[in-house]
């Protein structure tokens, strides 16, 4: 059988009141209603018309920009997923308003407690949105609910930093109680007591889709897809933001784009080992595509922590166009990315940039793809994302040769967005379709442990997360013992030994000998 698969991505019509409650017209395809609602400038959602009554609206797409003149992707595929038998999907959670829906653009993040943790946007115990935890067999507790002054809408999760809290941003919200379009940036424990660090005013940024990243010198590095100085070149009459901020709350813009350099930034950086920020923008950049966000098609990027801002690259439709995901580093050294649109089919790419930037598109998707969660590297040294319009888990080699794992039928969700990769070796993600829900993918791959932090000095305090950790006989970085303190089975303290060297981090248990996940980088 054959559904009717409507991907809308409002990026350009995105209503200033009240997001969410605007409605459209309702189109019926084939036997199923399927509705859709304008969510943000980088959302795309379709559900069931009995869960939440919306519309639609009709229009074209330029394939190789992705410009959509009124928003419609139809897309068509066959019912049946696409899964071989080594491989187990499972649907974890399904979320209800009194939980929270629409997780949004969010990549779980797991605790010291071994449980993952992320946000979902709205509903909840006190309407804006919710902070929730679930445990690998599914079992999901809500530990907060965003109440407009304290943030709502919180689209990009949290990231798990090295105090053992989360730190995250909202959409919109704070002291304000929800004026549109301004955003904090907020910490919040994993019992759910939260504090707010920053209150977003526009002329420092405004409306944070992207998540955290805790960098070397401990402060806490973003973006904001709007705000900084005005610019009638970007959409919403501005280009975005780079900030720092410490854990304490003290706030620094570090760069406003200006739309020759890049607009609007729908996800965060990450800090390679070269200590250097890297990261990709929306829109912007040298080469025009029929995008109105600053353009142009999008730009690749670094920056130093104080230093002076470079482009790496302008996409320029042919090799992609729009990106919403971040960049990864590979163990190569090199970094690895997505955009959503362009490349030779118009359904999107997979990109490697070396740090000397020579550019090379790996995979451009034929069909069904849009991929626009940041890729992340697994334990196997393969790259793993997936795409929104096909509904598809992929995995594709360092050299570009790509698989489909899994196909999301109509009751696994639809929209998948990043994944991560927890210590017991399955990947977990989300889905924004209907009211959203929470996956696990079993491949095969075996446990592991990792960092909280992947680099540290000697005598740093670090946090090792695994699973069955209780018993564990010893831990070293690169063969150098260090001393350690088992807190849970899914959490041990150390710290770095005197005489390391960058390597991987080892823990030996009775079960077996478990490696980190990537390199510890031990600095001077």
Not at 366 to 378: E, F, H, K, V, Y
Request: proline share 5%; with cysteine.
């Amino acid at each position: 059988s054959i559904w009717v698969g409507l991907q809308f991505l409002a990026y350009h019509i995105r209503t200033d009141v009240c997001r969410k409650k605007e409605t459209m017209q309702i189109l019926t395809p084939v036997s199923h209603t399927l509705i859709v609602s304008p969510h943000g400038p980088k959302e795309g959602r379709w559900y069931n018309q009995s869960a939440a009554p919306r519309g639609s609206q009709e229009g074209n797409m330029d394939k190789r920009t992705g410009w959509m003149t009124a928003g419609i992707v139809l897309l068509f595929r066959a019912a049946t997923p696409a899964a071989s038998t080594a491989q187990t999907f499972t649907a974890l959670v399904r979320f209800t308003p009194a939980e929270g829906i629409f997780p949004g653009y969010v990549e779980l993040s797991q605790g010291t407690d071994g449980n993952l943790y992320g946000t979902t946007s709205e509903n909840g115990p006190k309407r804006y949105g919710s902070f929730f935890g679930v445990t690998p067999g599914g079992a999901l507790t809500v530990r907060y609910g965003f109440d407009g002054s304290h943030g709502r809408a919180p689209f990009a999760g949290v990231i798990l930093a090295r105090d053992g809290n989360f730190y995250g941003t909202t959409e919109e919200g704070g002291a304000n109680n929800g004026a549109p379009h301004r955003g904090t940036i907020f910490k919040i424990t994993p019992g759910g007591a939260l504090t707010i660090l920053h209150t977003f005013d526009t002329t420092d940024g405004t409306i944070p889709y992207a998540p955290l990243v805790q960098a070397m010198d401990g402060e806490l590095y973003g973006t904001t897809a709007y705000g900084g100085p005005p610019n009638n070149g970007c959409f919403r009459g501005s280009c975005g933001t780079i900030f720092k901020i410490t854990p304490g709350g003290n706030f620094t813009m570090l760069h406003a784009f200006g739309g020759g350099d890049g607009a609007n930034p729908y996800t965060g950086l990450i800090q390679a080992a070269d200590g250097e920020f890297y990261g990709t923008t929306y829109g912007g950049g040298a080469n025009a595509c029929a995008q109105i966000n600053g353009g142009g098609c999008g730009t690749v990027f670094k920056i130093p922590s104080g230093g002076a801002f470079t482009v790496l690259h302008n996409f320029d439709g042919t090799d992609g166009s729009g990106s919403f995901a971040g960049l990864v580093q590979g163990t190569d050294g090199n970094f690895y990315g997505t955009t959503a649109f362009g490349g030779a089919y118009g359904y999107g790419t997979v990109f490697k940039i070396t740090p000397e930037r020579s550019f090379t598109t790996l995979y451009s998707f034929p069909s069904n793809g849009g991929p626009m969660g940041t890729l992340i590297q697994a334990t196997d040294g393969n790259f793993y994302g997936t795409t929104a319009y096909g509904g598809t888990i992929f995995s594709i080699t360092p050299d570009g040769a790509l698989t489909t794992l899994y196909t999301l039928g109509y009751y696994d969700g639809a929209s998948p967005y990043g994944l991560v990769q927890a210590t017991d070796g399955n990947f977990y993600g989300i889905t924004d379709e209907g009211y959203g829900t929470v996956f696990k993918l079993s491949t095969g791959l075996g446990p592991f442990v990792k960092t909280v932090s992947t680099s540290g000095k000697v005598g740093d305090a670090i946090i090792i997360l695994g699973t069955s950790l209780t018993s564990a006989t010893g831990v070293t970085f690169n063969g150098i013992a260090a001393d350690f303190t088992v807190g849970s089975a899914s959490e041990i303290s150390t710290t770095v030994p005197a005489g390391a060297t960058t390597g991987k981090v080892q823990v030996t248990t009775p079960g077996g000998t478990l490696l980190s996940n990537v390199a510890f980088h031990v600095r001077q």
